[in-house]
């Protein structure tokens, strides 16, 4: 069944043993991943509240770490969301498209119950 499907260089990529310490880089980012995947399922607060939006930035660097995200920029996004005011005009604009996305989610219903 190998000789139907066609060797392409990422084939060959995958078929090259790593080394011990490329491994165990792998090994490290998935452990990263699985660490963020378990941080998303205990969010308690919703993305609303100021609480629930801390914890999705601090998610969000974390994931942009992860994925080898520019350092220096990462801090700069980091730094621009600390400050109060950077960071109540983005809490503002979640809660405006949350409640735009919950009308425009209900207006359908309302108005099938309406006729």
Do not use: C, W, Y
């Not at 165990?24 to 452990?31: C, G, I, P, Q």
């Not at 700069?76 to 009308?103: C, G, H, K, W, Y």
């Amino acid at each position: 069944m190998s000789d139907i499907l066609p060797h392409t260089a990422r084939d060959a990529a995958f078929s090259k043993p790593l080394s011990t310490s490329a491994l165990l880089d792998r090994l490290a980012t998935v452990k990263q991943m699985l660490e963020f995947l378990a941080a998303i399922e205990k969010l308690s607060d919703p993305l609303t509240s100021a609480a629930g939006l801390h914890e999705a930035f601090s998610l969000l660097a974390q994931l942009a770490s992860v994925a080898g995200v520019d350092a220096s920029l990462l801090n700069r996004v980091i730094q621009a969301t600390n400050d109060p005011t950077v960071f109540n005009l983005l809490l503002a604009v979640v809660q405006f498209v949350a409640e735009a996305v919950s009308s425009s989610a209900t207006a359908p219903m309302e108005a099938n119950h309406a006729s």
